[in-house]
């Protein structure tokens, strides 16, 4: 399964290392959980960490955009963390790298939630 962890009112999808390719087979069994997740995240902050991934394709893609205008709809924010070069130039070939905002890290995206004081 799916982590699915809170930091700070932060929701953390965390695909590990289980995960190393997103594909169909091996995401149908958690899309309806993350999909919940989506809907109800309160605030609606959303992380992908996707550090232990190496590849994806049309389904993940898919997939992610389903989410991101789920937490769209709601106000809401998704980001992406620890997105390696490979799966970059399939966001790349499919245009939509700049449809989130993409950090190195967990703990970038998180600082990056940070509310000024």
């Not at 982590?3 to 590990?16: A, K, M, S, V």
């Not at 995960?19 to 999909?35: C, R, T």
Request: proline share 4%; glycine share 4%.
């Amino acid at each position: 399964m799916v982590n699915i962890l809170r930091q700070r009112d932060i929701t953390i999808l965390d695909f590990g290392p289980e995960y190393l390719s997103l594909d169909e087979s091996n995401l149908s069994k958690v899309v309806q959980q993350i999909v919940e997740v989506a809907k109800h995240a309160t605030p609606p902050l959303v992380i992908v960490d996707l550090s232990h991934t190496e590849s994806f394709g049309s389904f993940f893609i898919q997939f992610l955009i389903r989410i991101w205008k789920l937490i769209k709809k709601r106000g809401g924010q998704l980001v992406l963390a620890g997105l390696n070069e490979n799966c970059l130039n399939v966001l790349k070939r499919s245009k939509i790298e700049s449809l989130w905002q993409r950090y190195p890290t967990r703990e970038e995206a998180l600082d990056a939630f940070k509310t000024p004081e």
